[in-house]
């Protein structure tokens, strides 16, 4: 590991070694023996974070972030930063399933340290200024076999700290992990803590399962994101996070397109999609069930699903940006479902909807391979895009502002108020329905016979 230690690192090391071993802890360790990558050290040792400060206060390292309760710094130099933390012992109230601890009691014992962290392959320590690692759990060995197992008793490691569960999920996924059968038995048993985490980490700890196949490359070995999802359904943890999915879990679809229920099918189109869009094709048909128990019928899912999407991202704290884009995306994913629709109309679609244009394209075509791969035809996704590159390529006025007149020629032509809005979008509109660029002078003079 010696080689993929930055040498501020090295040099900090130095900085500790006449009071205690500067150890990094953790991912980093463990990332450096199966070959992946590194994206930050977290590093610790006995020393206390009023001594690090006072050892630290005369070098060039800089205490950017202090939390006094978990004995935590962010240390900084130049343009690197490390977490560093205190070797400490956690207590959690007994069964809370509640991701903080209640009080951290600080040791100089390593042992006790690593007895807190949640799975063995995690609880390594690497000794900078002698390159050796320091296993006091077997997680190397574990690391071998391929599995994670919790360091402590399952049950206490899970019961105290629920969201260890979906980092139990997300870790298997990435590094390509089987789970210890006493493990996942306790994750069976401790998933209804997840009630009582925060959605910040749930969300958070989601989209690593999303990302978690293409930043460890564990796709490769033909893991997939819906492999995590299926995980979290087994474990019973979906009951707590999209507690709506199960209710996909065996609704059959029209088997003349479809060869799975709308739960396979959501999963099969999250598979086809990059990660920032998988949380919208696993939720695209989430209202189906409810329309076919309402209605009898799917028809129109997809208003109604967006108004869903809404809500549960909504509940699991996504951005404003991300829940406007996902309900968006939701509610126009069945457009031109035969390749049919006149190309009018497809002109006018792709303007109104520019901005959302290319995830539109993503999610139609994972839509389609999820549907029944023989006969999927994904040509009329093509002309769409033709479509749109045309109508750049022709300057087609896909906003109003893109037209070669403005409010101010309207208002000359005697137009006022809310007529010269309504007027400048109808020009627009007729322009993409007609399919045929006019000049300015053809547009005014058209106006003014009009007046």
């Not at 007994?94 to 609880?123: M, Q, V, W, Y």
């Amino acid at each position: 590991m010696k080689n993929l230690l930055p040498e501020s690192l090295k040099k900090l090391a130095k900085l500790f070694e006449p009071f205690a071993t500067l150890y990094v802890v953790g991912g980093a360790v463990r990332n450096s023996l199966l070959g992946f990558p590194i994206s930050d050290f977290d590093i610790t040792s006995k020393l206390q974070i009023d001594i690090v400060e006072r050892l630290l206060s005369e070098s060039d390292f800089k205490i950017t972030a202090q939390y006094k309760r978990t004995g935590t710094l962010v240390i900084k130099c130049r343009n690197e930063s490390f977490e560093y933390t205190t070797f400490r012992q956690d207590s959690y109230p007994l069964n809370s399933g509640k991701h903080k601890p209640s009080k951290c009691i600080f040791t100089d014992n390593i042992e006790i340290d690593a007895s807190r962290r949640d799975f063995t392959c995690n609880a390594l320590y690497y000794d900078i200024c002698t390159d050796k690692i320091v296993d006091l759990v077997g997680g190397i060995e574990d690391i071998k076999n391929k599995i994670l197992r919790t360091v402590r008793d399952a049950n206490l490691t899970l019961s105290e700290d629920a969201l260890r569960i979906m980092r139990l999920v997300r870790f298997s996924l990435q590094l390509g992990f089987g789970i210890d059968n006493n493990t996942l038995s306790s994750a069976k048993e401790y998933s209804v803590g997840l009630k009582d985490i925060s959605k910040e980490r749930i969300k958070d700890e989601l989209v690593s399962i999303f990302e978690g196949i293409f930043k460890y490359d564990s796709y490769k070995s033909g893991l997939k994101a819906s492999d995590g999802i299926r995980l979290l359904v087994d474990i019973g943890a979906m009951k707590y996070i999209i507690p709506e999915l199960l209710d996909t879990i065996g609704v059959a679809q029209n088997p003349k397109y479809h060869i799975y229920d709308v739960f396979e099918h959501s999963l099969a189109t999250m598979d086809n999609l990059p990660p920032h869009l998988m949380i919208v094709g696993l939720l695209h048909d989430i209202a189906k069930p409810i329309m076919l128990k309402e209605y009898g019928n799917m028809y129109m899912h997809e208003i109604r699903g967006a108004e869903l999407v809404g809500e549960i991202l909504t509940r699991l704290k996504f951005s404003n940006a991300e829940i406007e884009s996902a309900e968006k995306l939701t509610r126009i994913h069945m457009f031109d479902l035969d390749g049919k629709t006149r190309t009018s109309k497809c002109r006018v679609f792709i303007a109104d909807n520019l901005e959302y244009f290319d995830d539109f394209i993503a999610l139609k075509q994972a839509d389609g391979l999820a549907t029944n791969k023989d006969i999927y035809d994904g040509n009329y996704v093509k002309k769409l895009i033709q479509l749109k590159n045309q109508m750049l390529a022709d300057g087609m006025p896909m906003k109003v502002k893109d037209l070669p007149i403005n409010g101010i020629d309207l208002m000359e032509l005697g137009f006022s108020g809310r007529e010269i809005g309504e007027m400048l979008n109808n020009i627009r509109l007729w322009i993409l329905h007609n399919g045929k660029i006019i000049t300015r002078e053809e547009i005014l003079n058209r106006l003014r016979r009009r007046k």
